[in-house]
């Protein structure tokens, strides 16, 4: 009857133990926590491309392994990593593409006969065919769908996981986002954390008041209540930081000031990591 | 609904995030001169509350719970130009945080739900409630705008994922999304007519019908007569 409740407390309790494990990680002493942020978000951008673009799974394979030496040597817990990128290849990879490894939906060389049907059968736009069975160009589509994804999470985990939110976001001006939207992404980022703990003691308050049956329709009035005080907070902080800003000088425009150097150990560690990208892109 | 890396081609992902793109700066240009010094704080909590709406997690009737998007509700409480941006910051956070929804699909997700739920949910409510400022009515046109909107947007995703075969395959094998339009859009249009267009359509009613009867004067939707 209130799992609703448990159910939103696990999802608060993520955002700000996402927070937590992302801010401790990024001070690791590892490989990618050394690399300047922009580099790290070029690095980032080159590889997610990378990976979007190859089309054979021996390319895909070999970035997959790439990417978990990176993620090893910059001392990631290895378990709270892969089980993520486990489960994305294993949800949206492989179980949601397996149907279309059937001929039913790609067409091909059947390795694995599944049945046999009288004669092929025609249902409105769908033929099914006499013979059902797993065709070799439709678990290569799985395959490399599974490895893409899987590659995909590696690498914005290994960003993620090393770098402070604040100067990922701020490494953005390099790639010319408008310093007012990073801004108001940061001041976003710090409104959900502050407000996260005024829902997260509603439903606490919420779970140890409701007892016995409740009525579906009184609980989401409840909450609907909830929301509206959620925005009335929300509304009252922004008047506050603004008040706050005009203070301190803020007359509307925003800019960051990107203070950091890249020195030449920098750019060899960077000429490092984007080697065997480089080197996969060529082939 | 939040699509994932892997699932769209290159000539899919990056049309998307200079049309993505293009929207971003209209919406800020629009609000701009709307709120001046005030954008940039405003729009900060517009985000959160957008991303924060997210976690409510409400008991659906059939014993199970779910929660909404809720663009077609910030688009009703705060415009469908704050919402472009409100929704995408909350969408790309998700994305650059909790991993929901892949970083070359941002600007395809933020398209599917930061625009176009938002401006089909705004003028659905606005043309379903007309002159009616408070009652059943528009408690119907909350619900038909939180529907629409998502299963237009769904509808929308199926498209994107169906055109990938078409678009992108090499000898018969698909590169991206394995399944073609007649495969992909009835699954996404069943889902969403059926029980998760129900659920958002529930969620903005519920939440909205508290809005009316609290402040109905914050409600952007019911201030442009």
Excluded at chain 1, 187 to 213: Q, V
Aim: with cysteine; aromatic share 12%; glycine share 8%.
């Amino acid at each position: 009857m209130f799992n609703f409740i448990d159910k939103s407390l696990k999802s608060l309790a993520e955002i700000v133990g996402a927070n937590y494990v992302q801010w401790e990680t990024s001070k690791k002493n590892g490989l990618f926590q050394r690399l300047n942020p922009r580099l790290k978000l070029v690095f980032f951008i080159f590889n997610i491309l990378l990976i979007s673009i190859k089309k054979d799974v021996s390319s895909e394979a070999f970035l997959f392994l790439i990417m978990f030496i990176f993620i090893t040597v910059s001392r990631l817990d290895l378990f709270r990593i892969y089980k993520k990128i486990l489960f994305a290849g294993f949800f949206f990879g492989f179980l949601v593409a397996l149907p279309s490894s059937l001929n039913i939906i790609t067409d091909g060389e059947i390795v694995l006969h599944l049945a046999r049907l009288d004669g092929a059968r025609q249902f409105w736009i769908y033929r099914i065919p006499a013979e059902i069975g797993i065709t070799r160009e439709g678990l290569s589509g799985v395959a490399m769908l599974c490895l893409r994804v899987m590659n995909s999470v590696s690498v914005s985990l290994l960003i993620i996981f090393t770098t402070p939110f604040y100067d990922l976001m701020k490494s953005l001006k390099t790639f010319r986002v408008p310093d007012s939207f990073i801004m108001i992404v940061l001041l976003s980022y710090k409104y959900i954390f502050i407000l996260s703990k005024t829902i997260e003691d509603f439903y606490l308050a919420l779970k140890s008041r409701l007892i016995g049956n409740v009525k579906g329709s009184e609980i989401r009035d409840i909450i609907a209540g909830r929301t509206f005080l959620v925005f009335k907070k929300s509304t009252a902080a922004y008047e506050e930081v603004y008040r706050a800003m005009v203070a301190r000088g803020f007359s509307g425009s925003v800019s960051f000031y990107l203070t950091d150097r890249i020195t030449a150990a920098d750019l060899a560690l960077f000429a490092a990591v984007m080697a065997p990208g480089i080197i996969i892109s060529a082939l | 609904m939040h699509i994932p890396d892997g699932y769209l081609s290159p000539q899919t992902y990056i049309p998307f995030y200079a049309l993505f793109a293009g929207f971003l700066a209209a919406a800020l240009k629009k609000i701009r001169s709307v709120l001046s010094a005030q954008t940039i704080p405003y729009l900060g909590m517009a985000s959160a509350f957008s991303f924060l709406i997210m976690m409510f997690n409400v008991p659906i009737p059939g014993a199970t719970t779910g929660h909404a998007v809720g663009a077609g509700l910030i688009a009703i409480l705060l415009g469908p130009w704050s919402a472009v941006i409100a929704v995408s910051v909350a969408l790309i956070i998700q994305a650059l945080i909790f991993g929901d929804g892949g970083i070359t699909a941002i600007g395809a997700n933020c398209f599917n739900m930061g625009v176009v739920i938002p401006f089909v949910s705004y003028w659905s409510f606005r043309f379903i409630k007309g002159k009616t400022r408070e009652g059943r009515r528009v408690i119907a046109a909350a619900f038909a705008a939180g529907y629409i909107g998502l299963n237009v947007a769904a509808l929308l995703t199926a498209v994107e994922f169906g055109i990938q075969p078409l678009i992108a395959s090499e000898a018969g094998r698909p590169l991206y999304a394995p399944y073609g339009l007649s495969v992909a859009v009835p699954a996404m249009a069943l889902e969403h007519l059926l029980l998760f267009g129900i659920i958002e359509g529930l969620v903005t009613a519920v939440i909205l019908k508290f809005f009316l009867i609290s402040d109905p004067a914050s409600i952007h939707a019911m201030k442009e007569e």
